[in-house]
């Protein structure tokens, strides 16, 4: 089974500060994939950033990017120079082989975004 | 393309009816995953179809629900008879794979279900 860690329900940044959003992660499988994905007051769910369990690097997309520790099995999204339209709940996924298609979300962490 | 589409958006039922929620995947998608959303228990997986088969139905809480996918491009979610405790978030998802790149898992914009 796997499964997804955020123990963070809520966070404050400084408006233009960077702020890191923990997600652990538990599986058996040797090849997985973990996401980010942001839902805003208006409830859709918007991809974000992608990792692969084979990624050597840590992936980044504009301000956002990912902290992907293997050993450690965590996987933190860091934003830099946060803006007010990030305020929203993060949350971090994975899927796996051995789980199907299958994508497991964590509890989410909200972000709120202080001028 | 026009992303996975839900419908409707919102819905509001008696308890007692019958309520059927509806997802069309992006075309050559070959998963389909049906979520629920409440402030409670957070993101659940009801069920998830790959090449419209089900793979995985234990997220669906009891018999009152049940899931079809008849073809590649239709999904149903239906509750019967619906209670006040369904009242939640429903979203459907679609992806290629295990969305490889991070690309493959789009999710529709949801359904707001209230069962008074």
């Known amino acids: 089974a796997q499964k997804i860690t955020q123990t963070q329900p809520g966070m404050f940044v400084q408006e233009k500060e960077a702020v890191t959003l923990d997600c652990t992660y538990d599986?058996?499988?040797?090849?997985?994939?973990l996401f980010w994905y942001k839902q805003p007051s208006s409830g859709e769910m918007i991809f974000l950033i992608y990792q692969g369990s084979y990624d050597e690097q840590n992936a980044t997309e504009g301000r956002y990017s990912l902290n992907f520790q293997k050993a450690r099995k965590s996987a933190n999204l860091v934003i830099s120079a946060s803006q007010l339209g990030d305020s929203a709940m993060y949350f971090c996924?994975?899927?796996?082989?051995?789980?199907?298609?299958?994508?497991?979300f964590g509890g989410g962490t909200r972000l709120m975004v202080k001028p | 393309d026009a992303g996975v589409i839900q419908s409707p958006r919102h819905e509001v039922t008696e308890m007692g009816q019958e309520v059927t929620l509806r997802c069309k995947p992006i075309?050559?998608?070959?998963?389909l995953f049906w979520y629920r959303q409440t402030m409670m228990r957070g993101l659940e997986l009801l069920i998830y179809?790959?090449?419209?088969?089900?793979?995985?139905d234990s997220g669906m809480p009891e018999d009152r629900f049940s899931a079809k996918m008849p073809n590649a491009s239709f999904s149903t979610l239906k509750i019967q008879p619906s209670e006040p405790r369904d009242s939640a978030v429903y979203f459907c998802?679609?992806?290629?794979?295990?969305?490889?790149?991070?690309?493959?898992?789009?999710f529709g914009s949801g359904t707001r279900l209230t069962v008074v």
């Open positions: 998802a679609s992806s290629l794979g295990q969305g490889r790149g991070g690309y493959g898992y789009t």
């Open positions: 599986t058996s499988d040797q090849s997985y994939g």
């Open positions: 179809f790959n090449n419209n088969v089900p793979i995985d």
């Open positions: 075309s050559g998608h070959n998963s």
């Open positions: 996924a994975m899927s796996s082989n051995n789980a199907g298609n299958m994508l497991t």
